[in-house]
Structures are given as structure tokens and as C-alpha cells.
């Protein structure tokens, strides 16, 4: 359907440059804030939330409560493949500690505002798909035997281990396997801004961008790209950003910004 007017595009997110106060906000634990675009959640446990006053471009840090998969979710706008693709969602973000830290940074059919479930959990070589619907996007979890950001999808908590995808660093036509697509050209390291990036085309095709901060002004490099077929196209996805402890390390995460924009849809 042709564009109508200048509203064409819906771009959401937020940047986190407002201040917060000098003491922390607090969270509660099933609780949640409103910032800009952005539902924040506290996820099994308080979280402690303030402005990194000693860098630019505007950083919040989060901090949850202690204990195992404690930490921080944050929701955008919902969005539909067969009506708002392309639909994107990206973040840039840094963990204290990456020995106790886990993360998920895609999209959600089914996203809890109460106690959100992250898609993907990794112990040794066992990952565990927790019911998030229909899921696809960025993981990392400390606990895993080799410790890489890897791309994965799930349908109603069961991993599509034979899922068809491009894996752009080998030029190879593969299956996501038991783990994902692990990305080779960058490590995920304490204190070290990293960025990533999925895009959902309206056939269902995934895309999935990673890179860190040593960057510079090339960019995200296209990891790998999930065939159509696997992602329902009519389901409603949650863009959704996770940054939780393993065990009871406590990570404190930094959020630069948690940023997306899909194709507005015209029809009733």
C-alpha cells in the first residue's frame, strides 16, 4: 500500500538523555517505567536505575537485585511483518562483567509486562528456548562453555535447530543448529560497548547486524540472515532488550540506546 503523507515510517525508541535524580530510581521487581517510547521492567527482582553522568551521548545504568536472571527488560511498539516490515530494532549497550551477564536483544510474539522471559538461556552446551512466543534475535549467556553473541529463533519455546540461514562470515547456506550462529570477528568483553541490530523483511526473512565498539564509521557487519519460512508473518512481535546476571554477580549495565522503526500500516 503507497506511503500517505509524511507519517510514513513509525521510528520509537530512546536515546536515555534525560538525567535521573542523584539517588537511584528504583524499579520495583514486576514493576515497570516509562521512558520515551520504552517500557522498562524490572525482572525477578528491584532494579536500580540511574544517568552515567561521567560519559556522553546519554547512558542509563541498570542494576538488578543480586541473584540469578535479575536485571532489566525493556519493551517497544508491537509491530506485524505482513503489515509494518521492514520492522527493525538495534542497542547499544556494555555489561561491567560478561563472567555473570546474559542478554537477548530481537524480537518477541509473547513478552510478560510483568516478569519477561528471556527467549534463550546457555548452560555449558545446553540452551534452554523459554517460551517467548515466537523469538528471534541476539543472545549471549556467561554461562556457556564458549562464551560468543550468537543468532538464534524459537517457536513456542522449542529452538528451530534446522532452521535455513545465510551465514555471512563463512558464505555458507546453513541450518541455525543446536546454538545458533556464533559471531567470530568480535567478542563480547567487560566494560566494552557493543551494538546490534535485527530486521524482520514482511516475508518473515530475518536479518541479524553485530559489531563493537572498535567499529568506527564502518558499521555493523551482517552476520547471518534467516530464510523466510521460519517467523510467522502475522503474529504481533515485541522489540525487546534483556540484560540480566547469570548467577549473583550483579552486572551493572550501561544502555546508550534501545532504538527501532517499522513501516506504518493504512489499513483499518
Not at 528471556?118 to 554461562?143: I, M
Not at 562464551?147 to 546453513?174: C, E, K, P, Y
Not at 547471518?224 to 510467522?232: D, E, H, S, V
Amino acid at each position: 500500500m503507497a506511503v500517505q503523507g509524511e507519517e510514513g515510517k513509525v521510528v520509537w525508541g530512546t536515546d536515555f538523555l534525560g538525567p535521573t535524580e542523584d539517588t537511584d530510581i528504583t524499579i520495583a521487581d514486576a514493576d515497570s517505567l516509562v521512558r520515551d517510547d520504552v517500557l522498562l521492567i524490572a525482572v525477578s527482582g528491584d532494579v536500580a536505575v540511574n544517568s552515567l553522568i561521567t560519559e556522553p551521548n546519554g547512558v542509563w545504568t541498570f542494576s538488578g537485585a543480586g541473584a540469578a536472571a535479575d536485571g532489566i527488560a525493556m519493551l517497544g511498539p508491537v509491530s506485524r511483518p505482513d503489515r509494518n516490515g521492514t520492522m527493525e530494532v538495534w542497542a547499544r549497550l556494555k555489561s561491567s562483567v560478561v563472567t555473570d551477564f546474559r542478554f537477548f536483544l530481537g524480537f518477541a510474539s509473547t513478552a510478560d509486562r510483568d516478569e519477561t522471559v528471556n527467549p534463550f538461556t546457555l548452560s555449558g552446551t545446553t540452551l534452554t528456548a523459554n517460551n517467548a512466543g515466537e523469538a528471534v534475535g541476539w543472545y549471549f549467556d556467561a554461562g556457556a562453555t564458549t562464551d560468543l553473541l550468537r543468532f538464534m529463533s524459537s517457536t513456542a519455546g522449542t529452538a528451530d535447530t534446522t532452521a535455513s540461514v545465510f551465514n555471512h562470515q563463512t558464505g555458507v547456506n546453513t541450518t541455525l543448529g543446536s546454538l545458533g550462529i556464533g559471531v567470530t570477528s568480535m567478542t563480547v568483553t567487560a566494560d566494552k560497548y557493543f551494538m546490534v541490530k535485527i530486521e524482520m523483511d514482511n516475508d518473515g526473512t530475518v536479518r541479524g547486524y553485530a559489531g563493537d565498539e572498535t567499529m568506527g564509521v564502518k558499521g555493523m557487519k551482517l552476520i547471518a540472515t534467516l530464510r523466510a519460512g521460519t517467523m510467522g508473518i502475522t503474529s504481533l512481535y515485541n522489540p525487546l532488550l534483556m540484560g540480566v546476571a547469570t548467577s549473583t554477580g550483579d552486572p551493572l549495565v550501561s544502555v546508550d540506546f534501545f532504538k527501532g522503526r517499522y513501516n506504518r500500516y493504512w489499513g483499518a
